[in-house]
């Protein structure tokens, strides 16, 4: 069963960046798509970003193009999410997760870290 822990996050100001990791148990982002997801107090887990296994293909939620950028070193068996330009609206619990394509749906994930918190604050 992999594992997949997220680190990085933290508390920032508005318009700070942060950079999120996702190391994986065992061979993971060379093999499958992955993704990272958030989700806000009293609200559905939301897409953020997909990365393809072979990188080549990357997804990202309309709210955050031009912000966020996903990215993956497969020898380390790491992902990231670079975050720029931080709004109040992106304080969540943000996951990464392992799925067969680098898709929106959160059906198309299973397997999921514990959440890494990025708080936000004016």
């Known amino acids: 069963q992999v594992q997949l822990v997220e680190s990085g996050g933290g508390e920032v100001q508005a318009g700070s960046s942060l950079r999120l990791s996702c190391a994986a148990s065992a061979r993971t982002f060379s093999s499958y798509a992955t993704g990272w997801f958030r989700q806000a107090p009293g609200k559905e887990r939301e897409f953020v970003a997909a990365?393809?296994?072979?990188?080549?293909?990357?997804n990202y939620a309309d709210s955050v193009k031009g912000r966020f950028t996903i990215s993956k070193d497969n020898a380390k068996n790491t992902m990231y999410l670079q975050m720029n330009n931080l709004q109040l609206e992106d304080t969540a619990v943000y996951y990464c997760a392992r799925g067969t394509i680098p898709s929106s749906n959160v059906r198309l994930y299973n397997a999921w870290g514990q959440g890494t918190q990025v708080t936000v604050a004016s």
């Open positions: 990365i393809s296994w072979r990188g080549d293909m990357t």
